[in-house]
């Protein structure tokens, strides 16, 4: 089921602002593998954001490339837990304390790197990004 809606009672303290996609971009990738990747970069999003802060989606074609990024305001990832958090069961010092296996972000990659992308993260001043980078196949 991709009903977002579905969901409403876990996303109620956050405010999804923002929503900006470029209709133009097709890509050929195994739509549900993609969902589910995309759904856990929401979700973590939601998951560490600041209560009441924007989350932003954005989907853009922008230099060459397709770039789907998830941003939240909150507390960052650590600079020496950035190395590693797309390992399998790796639980950064702040995620400890919450629920989960450490196994959501590696999923992520795998996702994206089966796809012949990229995945990047940049946490600092309040804001994560996850960004998914899909080169253009003319």
Same mark, same amino acid.
């Given at each position: 089921d991709?009903?977002? /809606?579905?969901?409403?009672?876990?996303l109620e303290p956050h405010v999804l602002q923002r929503l900006r996609v470029d209709v133009a971009l097709l890509v050929r990738m195994d739509g549900d593998l993609v969902f589910r990747a995309l759904e856990n970069l929401v979700q973590n999003s939601f998951r560490y954001a600041e209560e009441r802060s924007l989350i932003r989606f954005t989907a853009e074609n922008?230099? /060459?490339?397709?770039?789907?990024?998830v941003t939240n305001l909150g507390e960052t990832i650590a600079e020496k837990d950035l190395p590693f958090i797309f390992e399998p069961f790796y639980r950064g010092s702040k995620a400890r304390a919450g629920s989960g296996f450490g196994l959501g972000l590696s999923v992520v990659k795998s996702v994206v790197e089966s796809h012949g992308w990229a995945l990047e993260v940049s946490s600092l001043n309040r804001e994560t990004r996850f960004t998914v980078v899909i080169k253009h196949v003319d």
């Open positions: 991709r009903n977002f /809606g579905n969901r409403r009672a876990r922008a230099g /060459g490339a397709i770039k789907i990024s």
